[in-house]
Each structure stands twice: as C-alpha cells, then as structure tokens.
C-alpha cells in the first residue's frame, strides 16, 4: 500500500514557476514508476510527466517537454514536478501517483495509487 499526499500548489502569475511535491509513504517506493497528472474543470484527466523506478527515466507529455521537469529522490520518498514558465492554461488540480511497473506510463488507468491533488491557478 502507498499513500501519497502532494504539496506545492498555489496561485502564481503567467512567466512563473512553481515547484509541485509528492510525499510517499511505504519502504518499497523506489520500486514504483511514478508520474504526475492533471485534470482541468470540465476536462478529462490528462498525463504530464512520469518517472521510472530502476534508471530515473523521464517521460513527458509533448506538449509540456522543456517547461516541466520530473525528478524523484528515493531517498526522502518523494517525486518532484518543476514547473516553469507557467500559462493560465497550466491551470489545474495536479495529481501523483504510483503504478506497479510495466512501461505504459502515459494512461491514468495504469496507476495503482493517487494522490488527492494539489491545486495550481496561472493568471494572466
């Protein structure tokens, strides 16, 4: 069982950055893929980010590749997501989660556990 509880988010202005972090309970963690999702009102939850457990490998929605980076410190239980240049449509609950393994990263369904969302608001 993991639980994960995520922290960071707030209101920041367009240009600005913000660094969004999941706390990982569980002495298995650096076994778990992880990766970082968002969901926007009246939108379908939607990848951003995800990280692998044996080689740190990073994994990016194309859109977002150069502006996020995902990081994880096994050491301390924790995933990273820094967020730069923010744009109001960054706007959004982000969530954390851990999957098993496997190598499909991209789809929601393959997370085995979530975290409850931190929110983030750009403005313009």
């Known amino acids: 069982q993991v639980q994960l509880v995520e922290s960071g988010g707030g209101l920041v202005q367009a240009g600005g950055s913000l660094r969004l972090s999941c706390a990982a309970s569980?002495?298995?963690?650096?076994?778990?893929?992880m990766g970082w999702f968002r969901q926007a009102p009246g939108k379908e939850r939607e990848f951003v980010a995800a990280?692998?457990?044996?080689?740190?490998?990073?994994y990016y929605a194309d859109s977002l590749r150069g502006r996020f980076t995902i990081s994880r410190d096994n050491a301390k239980n924790a995933v990273y997501l820094q967020m730069n240049n923010l744009k109001p449509e960054d706007t959004a609950v982000y969530y954390c989660a851990a999957k098993y393994g496997g190598t499909n990263y991209y789809e929601a369904y393959n997370y085995n556990y979530w975290g409850q969302g931190t929110q983030v608001t750009v403005s313009s």
């Open positions: 569980g002495r298995t963690f650096n076994t778990y893929p």
């Open positions: 990280i692998n457990s044996l080689n740190s490998n990073t």
